[in-house]
C-alpha cells in the first residue's frame, strides 16, 4: 500500500507540475480575481474534473482507449482545434482592474463553463490520465488501486488550490493589471505551442 501511495504521489505530481492549459488559466485566475473566494469555484471545479478523469481511467476507460487508435485520433482532432480556439479567446481577453465590483453570477457561470471545458476537453489532460495513470492503476488490485488512485486526486487538488493562492499573492502586487494581460497572451502560446505539439503526434 505504501508503495502504491508513493508511485500515485510522484506519477501525479510529474503529469501535473508541466507548464499547461489548466495550470497557467487557473493562475492567471488567481492573479485577476480581487478576493480567494472569487477563485475558489474555479478550483474546485476544476479539481473536481480532474478526479472524474482520473476515476475514469483506473476503472477501465484506458483500455478501451487504448484498443481503438481512432479514438485516439478523434481526441488528438478536437484537442488541436479546441486549443487554438481557445487560445485566441485567451489572446483577446482583456483584464478587469475595477476589483472593487463583486462578481456577478454570470460571470462566474461563463469562468466554470471555461474551466469545465479546459479541464474535460483538455487533450493533455485526458491523455494524462488515460493514458499515463489509467494504464499505471492496472498494476494494482483491491486497497492498493484505492490508495493509487487517491494519491492521484489527493495532488491534483493541492496543485490546484496552490496555483489560486500563488497567482492571488502575485496578482496583489500589480492593482493596475499589466500582469493578467502578460498572463493572458502567455497562456494563448501555451495552448497554440501545446496545439501544435498534438499536431506533430497526429502526423
Given amino acids: 500500500m505504501i508503495a502504491a501511495l508513493f508511485h500515485g504521489f510522484i506519477l501525479a505530481i510529474g503529469l501535473i507540475m508541466p507548464l499547461g492549459v489548466q495550470n497557467f488559466f487557473i493562475f492567471s485566475q488567481g492573479a485577476a480575481r480581487s478576493r480567494f473566494s472569487s477563485v475558489l469555484p474555479i478550483v474546485i471545479v476544476a479539481a473536481l474534473c480532474d478526479t472524474m478523469l482520473i476515476l475514469a481511467a483506473v476503472s477501465g476507460v484506458s483500455i478501451v482507449v487504448m484498443n481503438f487508435g481512432w479514438m485516439k485520433t478523434v481526441l488528438l482532432v478536437s484537442g488541436i482545434l479546441f486549443l487554438l480556439y481557445m487560445g485566441f479567446l485567451s489572446w483577446r481577453a482583456q483584464p ?20 469545465m471545458m479546459i479541464s474535460i476537453l483538455n487533450p493533455h489532460a485526458i491523455l494524462d490520465t488515460i493514458g499515463v495513470i489509467g494504464t499505471s492503476s ?13 494519491a492521484c486526486v489527493v495532488v491534483s487538488w493541492l496543485w490546484f488550490f496552490f496555483l489560486a493562492v500563488l497567482g492571488r499573492f502575485i496578482g496583489s502586487k500589480d492593482p493596475t493589471g499589466k500582469l493578467v494581460l502578460v498572463l493572458n497572451k502567455v497562456s494563448a502560446l501555451v495552448m497554440w505551442g501545446a496545439a501544435v505539439y498534438l499536431f506533430t503526434q497526429l502526423m
Fill in 96 to 115: 478587469d482592474t475595477n476589483t472593487n465590483q463583486p462578481e456577478r453570477p454570470t460571470q462566474i457561470g461563463k469562468l466554470i463553463a471555461y474551466t
Fill in 138 to 150: 492496472m498494476s494494482y488490485a483491491g486497497y492498493d488501486k484505492v490508495t493509487f488512485t487517491a
